[in-house]
């Protein structure tokens, strides 16, 4: 079976069904896999890259998944629930595993996968906000105990804390003249909702490519609710010190910020001596899933392997 291309439609919350299709699972089920023992799913999403290694292995291989949504952990356990004798999932942020591994007795670990970003469930929920293609409030937070929503960012922030934001983490050229426009309307009344902001960017910016010019600012802030890229060296860290010899680390990420931090993280480590990096170059989809599955056309998997 071609991996890479299984998909599932899943029901999510309330009404909400999605199509869930694991991105490179071939490739991450074939670099996961060493030997018996521990692994972890720090991302687990709705369980797709899961339940291929729990399907594909025999029982001693154990798997802990983490996720920091609730509403994925819960379409998790519904998938899973045949293998919940080998599988314990957490409502837990991927960053404190540092923490979690060693109060759990989880280790050593043979191998971690961090699937960084969101799921389709995410973009196709109207009500967490995360997709200007629906109606809906400006939240995009990843967990509800989140305090910080992008109502807040985008109707309390000055000018320059907008800017900076846009330009920092969504690499946008038009930043100022975002932050500027959202500040004008925002003198009117309050700015409410994921198309209403979608609006505001798109009358001030002419349309450049095949991307919405509203992309880059809601990638910006859901970055920034939800801190992913400062989460990412706490979480591979916290693995990495309880990685069994032998083991591997696998981070598939989907835009460029997330995949310098990773790609430096790596280097670093196998510059420090002790760990080998099984991918020069990063692991890209090939034409079939691609096409199959466009949004998967920006992904890179990175393995790191620790020295025996």
Not at 13 to 34: F, T
Not at 60 to 78: N, R
Not at 83 to 96: K, S
Not at 271 to 284: A, D, F, V
């Amino acid at each position: 079976m071609d991996h890479s291309l299984a998909e599932e439609v899943c029901q999510g919350a309330g009404d909400i069904a999605y199509r869930h299709r694991p991105v490179l699972l071939q490739e991450v089920i074939s670099y996961w896999v060493r030997c018996s023992g521990f692994y972890i799913d720090a991302t687990l999403g709705a369980g797709g890259h899961s339940e291929a290694l729990l399907r594909s292995t025999p029982s001693d291989y154990l798997l802990l998944g983490t996720d920091w949504d609730p509403e994925m952990v819960s379409i998790a356990e519904k998938r899973l629930h045949p293998f919940m004798g080998r599988c314990r999932i957490l409502c837990e942020n991927f960053a404190a595993l540092g923490e979690i591994i060693p109060q759990k007795q989880w280790r050593p670990v043979q191998g971690a996968l961090f699937d960084f970003g969101i799921s389709s469930y995410h973009l196709e929920s109207a009500q967490r906000g995360f997709s200007f293609q629906k109606e809906g409030p400006l939240d995009m937070r990843l967990s509800p105990k989140q305090p910080l929503t992008a109502d807040e960012i985008i109707n309390g922030w000055s000018l320059r804390e907008l800017q900076l934001l846009f330009s920092k983490y969504g690499e946008e050229r038009g930043a100022g003249k975002i932050a500027r426009a959202i500040l004008q309307a925002r003198r009117k009344s309050r700015i409410r909702t994921t198309r209403e902001l979608a609006q505001i960017i798109a009358e001030v910016l002419p349309k450049r490519s095949k991307l919405h010019p509203a992309t880059r600012v809601f990638l910006a802030l859901r970055i920034a609710i939800n801190r992913e890229l400062e989460n990412i060296h706490p979480g591979i860290s916290g693995v990495k010190a309880h990685l069994a010899p032998g083991g591997r680390i696998l981070a598939l990420s989907f835009h460029s910020l997330e995949d310098r931090r990773v790609k430096q993280e790596f280097k670093n480590w196998a510059r420090e001596g002790g760990w080998r990096l099984l991918t020069s170059k990063p692991i890209r989809p090939s034409l079939s899933e691609r096409t199959q599955n466009p949004r998967s056309r920006s992904a890179k998997l990175r393995v790191i392997e620790k020295a025996i």
